[in-house]
């Protein structure tokens, strides 16, 4: 395709969005970034970053900023509610396949506020707060987007569009494109406590999945917290499941104590596993949640979305520059959809499987699956290689085998 705006535009700005643009501005490409919010909004659904998304944000500074503000953990545990303790993984064991045998967490709002404070500073960058995409028109000499803002509607020009606006995306909706999967039939909870669990449960440790055929629970420690995530019943509203009573109750059954737990934060929210039919239609590309959505029992729905503006980018970055013609970007549906099929959702679902399975013998057998994995140093590495995604990008060829970064 010929040029013919000299822009890329960016329709969201979340942590794929924020990235998606940084990227692309390093690379000397005049972006605009569209956001209906007002700022940074305070999110705390994601906040696992695994090996290979460190090693792969490295070039654009996002790798230091996360580790500089986030907590690092070394290693996961499969638990059981009654049982306690059933595996420990430590991922020192993938200390060959990446420059961050660890998982990172942080807050994906902080990413967010730190690359809006990078893009301010590049020139070429447009970053518009407060304006809502509301429709787009692809042709043959780029697109046109549609936005509602303060001083009423305008229209953009932009020789490519990357929609990062989330699971209910407006442009993919825009394009026609078809989100296919399902959605689960209940509601998950999130909630914050500054409760240090460690003080109670010597022998947790910062990422916790804990099955149970009633109640499974997510148990992460944050910088600034604990992240609790559990199921919501789906015959219990969702405004009753908010309630301070109801919250208390499923904290004193994780762990009881005499006193209340102090709740930080706490939202509810619906979740499903789709995939987009198309990630590309002619100038405009599809990345992050626009493109694909999963429940988030493995930290893989950020991650993967991240992948997609690595993937992406680099691929528009040749293009734009001229060091190969457009056929580049065919590749990056070609690339990135299988594996959200075959990887982020397929596990993703296993996963949520596997922590609320109610058949005792079933549970029993997955117990002793878990200690048999862990228990031999070369299952545990491949458990390890695909759960820490490294399995998948280089399946994908967007990591290359025995890739490391010096530390």
Known sequence: MKRRHDRVLVAGAGPVGAITALILARAGIPVTVLEREAGVVIDYRASTFHPPT???????????????????????????????KIAEFDL?????????????????FKLVGWAYDRLREIPGVDLRFGHEVTGIAAGDDGA???????????HLD????????????????ALGIEF??????????????????????RDICSVN?????????????????????????????PDEAM??????????????????????VKAIYRVSQRVAATYRKGPVFLAGDAAHINNPLGGMGLNGGLHDAVSLTGRLIAVWHGRTDEALLDGYEAQRKPEAVNAINAMT?????????????????????????????????????????????RRSGLLAEGFTRPR
């Not at 200390?95 to 967490?105: A, E, K, S, V, W």
């Not at 490519?160 to 442009?171: A, E, W």
């Not at 999967?181 to 406590?193: D, M, N, Q, R, S």
């Not at 058949?359 to 117990?367: A, H, I, K, M, V």
């Open 54 to 84: 460190l090693d792969l944000l490295e070039a654009c500074g996002a790798t230091q900023a996360l580790v500089s503000m986030g907590l690092i953990a070394p290693v996961m545990q499969y638990r059981d509610r009654r049982a306690g």
């Open 92 to 108: 020192s064991l993938l200390r060959h396949d990446t420059g961050h045998p660890y998982r990172l967490q942080c807050e994906q």
């Open 144 to 154: 046109r987007v549609t936005v509602r803002s303060t001083r009423g509607e305008e």
């Open 158 to 173: 932009a020789d490519y569009v990357i929609g990062t606006d989330g699971g209910r995306s407006t442009v993919r909706r």
């Open 180 to 201: 296919e999967g399902f959605t689960y039939p209940e509601h998950f909870l999130v909630a914050g406590t500054r409760f240090d669990f460690k003080t109670a449960m």
């Open 209 to 237: 999945y804990t099955a149970d055929p009633v109640e499974w629970y997510l148990l992460l420690e944050i910088p600034d917290m604990w992240r609790f995530v559990t199921p919501v019943d789906p015959g219990t509203e």
């Open 243 to 264: 309630q301070e009573a109801s919250i208390q109750a499923s904290l004193q059954n994780l762990l009881p104590r005499a006193e209340p737990y102090e709740i930080l």
């Open 349 to 393: 679902a296993r996963n949520k499987k596997l922590l609320e399975e109610r058949d005792p013998e079933t549970r029993q057998r997955n117990l002793e699956e878990w200690r048999r994995i862990a228990g031999g140093r070369d299952l545990a590495y491949q458990h390890l290689l695909q759960t820490s995604m490294i399995a998948s990008l």
